[in-house]
């Protein structure tokens, strides 16, 4: 167990709609990313906050967002779905934000089929 | 922009047999990571290489960062079925925000 809880594990949801992955960083880590893991593929970075406030950016689409609230825990927005936004959606959290022996603290992830 | 290649994509052994990844990057890297995830898992953190030329060990496993720190391989010597999964490199370059992950390497080991 990683410390990193991610919910719902599976979602399933229909083309066009908007749903919301949230995560939950090991206690005292204050940095979270979001990866998308399509089938069989490598991991794509989405986003990056460390104490609230976004960090970094990645290949992130126009129709997804994300936050990180006070409490530390995240959520990843993903509207106007379409078939190809169907993957396994990583949350990773770390203690520190830049630089150092930073390792990266997967939770179990979010399944989404979109259909 | 930056990019970690890793190859190969798949990599079927028998039991016993060695295992080696490698990754490639455009740009210098300032450190990079492994990370290993079983099937129907979640990436675990394996290692950091920080310093040119570093070899690290871990048991079976000995990973490497090049002189010019853009290339980096795991190798495992001797696979067992507990090393079936998907080993991923991780590069940091620049910007330290970011991770960017090879595209991962299948291993499969018969037994």
């Known amino acids: 167990d990683s410390g990193v809880t991610q919910t719902p594990k599976h979602l399933i949801t229909a083309t066009g709609q908007r749903v919301t992955l949230r995560c939950s960083p090991r206690?005292?880590?204050?940095?979270v990313y979001w990866y998308q893991q399509s089938l069989d593929q490598g991991l794509q970075f989405l986003i990056q906050?460390?104490?609230?406030?976004?960090?970094a950016k990645g290949n992130i689409l126009e129709r997804f967002s994300a936050q990180q609230f006070p409490d530390l825990h995240s959520e990843l927005n993903l509207s106007s779905l379409e078939l190809g936004d169907s993957a396994l959606y990583f949350c990773?959290?770390?203690?520190?934000?830049?630089?150092?022996?930073?390792?990266?603290?997967f939770g179990s992830g979010t399944q989404l089929s979109v259909l | 922009g930056q990019q970690v290649m890793q190859i190969p994509q798949y990599q079927h052994v028998q039991e016993g047999e060695d295992f080696t990844t490698y990754c490639n990057s455009s740009?210098?890297?300032?450190?990079i990571q492994w990370y290993k995830q079983r099937p129907g898992g979640h990436p675990v953190f394996l290692i950091q290489l920080v310093k040119s030329g570093e070899v690290k060990k871990q048991k079976r496993l000995t990973f490497q960062f090049g002189e010019a720190k853009k290339n980096s391989s795991l190798h495992i010597t001797a696979t067992q079925t507990t090393d079936v999964g998907t080993y991923f490199c991780?590069?940091?370059?620049?910007?330290?925000?970011?991770?960017?992950f090879g595209s991962g390497t299948k291993l499969n080991v018969k037994p």
């Open positions: 206690s005292g880590d204050l940095s």
């Open positions: 990773a959290s770390s203690v520190a934000g830049t630089g150092g022996e930073e390792k990266l603290f």
């Open positions: 740009t210098t890297l300032s450190n």
């Open positions: 906050y460390y104490n609230g406030e976004e960090r």
């Open positions: 991780a590069g940091r370059s620049g910007n330290f925000n970011k991770f960017y």
